[in-house]
């Protein structure tokens, strides 16, 4: 568990795929969408009361879209926030000039321990292709945190069916035919991460699932519509929350696009 995250190589291929995404700006629909529901995750499950310090483990949110730093802002003095590609950290402090960013692995943060009240992870630690790189970066999300700090955690749901086909099959077709933008890794059930959240010192206190419209058939149906227009805007956006509602019911962890994990760390 000692050794350096091999993040040289990882930062260019990421710098390239958020190249071609900040140029052909795709799903802006899409990702409004995703912004409006990691920001009600963050508001419902975020320390009450202002805070500190809320430190964020990507900026690909901030750097495509508004992201949710604005959302942060009203919890916390300060936000933080690293990526691993220089390509996303620039575009997203070109969009919110005031955030304290850095190029930074997230297994490998230049933080002190126990500094930050609030650290929010969002569908970062899907992206490594086993379990000691989670393992280790829940670590160092552990370490960061002041004790009574509250982590935020989001992964792809691999009991949702979609997902579970569209990782069995190769990242060559899926990026091909445009499912898949950007290279995903392995992912685990929310059991799984339970266990591994509290392995890392932390204890859960909430699990949940969001994101419960149809993604793959919610993407393609909003290319086809004009973005541009603030009624289209509003209609579909009343639209894909109204798929939410599925998070009230037993089935919500195979609907769910992403598991969602609240957890603190002990005094
Ligand atoms: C494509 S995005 C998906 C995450 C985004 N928050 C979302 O929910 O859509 C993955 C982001 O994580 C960054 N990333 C990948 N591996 C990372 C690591 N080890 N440390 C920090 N950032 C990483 C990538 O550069 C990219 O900006």
Redesign the pocket.
């Known amino acids: 568990m000692t050794r350096e995250?091999d993040?040289g190589s990882?930062s260019l291929e990421?710098d390239g795929y958020?190249s071609t995404w900040l140029d052909e700006t795709p799903q802006r629909l899409w990702r409004m969408h995703?912004d409006a529901l990691n920001s009600q995750l963050c508001r419902r499950w975020l320390p009450r009361g202002r805070t500190d310090l809320i430190v964020k483990?990507?900026?690909?949110?901030e750097a495509v879209s508004d992201g949710i730093y604005t959302t942060l802002l009203d919890h916390a003095d300060r936000v933080a926030a690293?990526?691993?590609?220089p390509v996303?950290a620039t575009a997203a402090v070109t969009r919110h000039s005031t955030m304290l960013a850095a190029t930074a692995?997230?297994?490998l943060l230049p933080l002190r321990d126990d500094c930050a009240d609030a650290v929010v992870s969002?569908?970062?630690l899907d992206?490594f292709t086993g379990p000691d790189d989670v393992t280790v970066a829940l670590l160092e999300l552990t370490r960061i945190l002041r004790p009574g700090g509250v982590l935020i955690l989001t992964m792809d749901n691999p009991s949702n069916p979609v997902l579970a086909v569209r990782n069995s099959l190769p990242f060559s077709l899926t990026h091909k035919v445009g499912l898949v933008p950007?290279p995903v890794g392995r992912t685990y059930d929310v059991r799984t991460m339970c266990r591994m959240t509290e392995e890392a010192g932390l204890d859960v206190t909430h699990v949940t699932a969001i994101m419960h419209a149809p993604r793959m058939l919610a993407i393609q149906a909003l290319r086809l519509v004009d973005g541009d227009r603030l009624d289209t805007h509003s209609r579909l956006a009343g639209t894909l929350m109204a798929f939410e509602k599925l998070e009230s019911l037993p089935t919500r962890f195979v609907t769910g696009h992403f598991i969602a994990i609240r957890a603190t760390k002990p005094f």
């Open positions: 995250p993040s990882r990421w958020a995703s483990t990507d900026l690909f949110d690293v990526d691993v590609s996303v692995d997230v297994r969002l569908s970062t992206h950007y």
